[in-house]
């Protein structure tokens, strides 16, 4: 066997204090390319679930930190919810660097809750810069059942021109910028991949958004559209790239809604 065969294994569960009481939350260390990686499961504890939920995080180290009462928010709309750290962060090996490698960390967490006997089908959200993370990994997995991106990243060589504090870090980790290395920019755009891409696609975005701009969205839904592919879309004029708690609450409610309507029963 090589190292790949193993990815999405569990080579260590530890429970976690759950700020939730109807969901159990465990931090999980797994394989991912030879590497041990961590990441949290929720489950809900009221009922049984056949649902999976992938949770791709923002930010990279600890800007964007998997948040235990964010995925267990998830959980508590009844689906099995996994969130990788991605490698190199909080006790994981590696280095995170900004989905280049680091995507096969969300491609072995979908791998780890296809594992699970109970889960059907498994959905893919991604926030932020998880949004080019769960692109990905629909272009990965075509059996997935639903995709969220919420302020989601779409064009890596837009964000470069967009956020001036991020590019010394951008240059850091992809080694230059968008001029000098076009094709490392391009081999995390999934916006030339979406081919490949069979599941239904739902689009989150703040219009004043100035983390992620909208430009990011309009991008994504005219190239799906192009494809003919399933897009949907839910812009908000008035907010950014964090929405008011109550709203917030009410879009989880909705788009977990969408991902069960969409799932392949």
């Avoid at 679930?49 to 995080?57: A, C, V």
């Avoid at 950014?240 to 409610?253: A, D, S």
Wanted: charged share 25%; aromatic share 12%; hydrophobic share 35%.
């Amino acid at each position: 066997m090589n190292q790949n065969d193993y990815n999405g294994k569990i080579i260590h569960i530890k429970r976690f204090p759950s700020p939730n009481p109807n969901v159990e939350l465990k931090e999980i260390t797994y394989w991912s390319n030879g590497l041990r990686v961590k990441g949290m499961l929720a489950e809900p504890k009221l009922e049984r679930s056949t649902d999976g939920f992938l949770y791709l995080r923002g930010g990279i180290k600890n800007v964007g930190k998997v948040r235990p009462a964010r995925i267990a928010q998830f959980a508590q709309e009844g689906f099995v919810v996994f969130a990788p750290y991605y490698r190199g962060n909080q006790g994981g090996e590696g280095n995170e660097d900004f989905a280049g490698n680091d995507r096969e960390d969300a491609f072995a967490g979908y791998l780890l809750l296809k594992s699970f006997p109970n889960i059907k089908q498994i959905h893919i959200f991604g926030f932020s810069r998880g949004g080019v993370m769960a692109l990905l990994t629909g272009i990965q997995f075509p059996d997935a059942a639903s995709l969220v991106t919420w302020g989601g990243v779409s064009d890596m060589s837009l964000t470069y021109y967009e956020r001036k504090d991020l590019r010394r870090m951008m240059k850091r980790v992809i080694g230059g910028t968008p001029e000098k290395y076009p094709e490392r920019y391009q081999e995390r755009t999934p916006l030339y991949e979406l081919e490949k891409i069979e599941v239904p696609v739902l689009i989150i975005h703040g219009v004043n958004d100035r983390n992620v701009s909208i430009e990011h969205a309009y991008r994504l839904e005219r190239r799906l559209r192009t494809l003919n592919k399933s897009v949907e879309c839910w812009y908000f004029n008035h907010f950014t790239h964090y929405f008011p708690p109550t709203i917030n609450r009410k879009i989880v409610e909705e788009l977990t809604k969408w991902m069960k309507k969409n799932s392949k029963r």
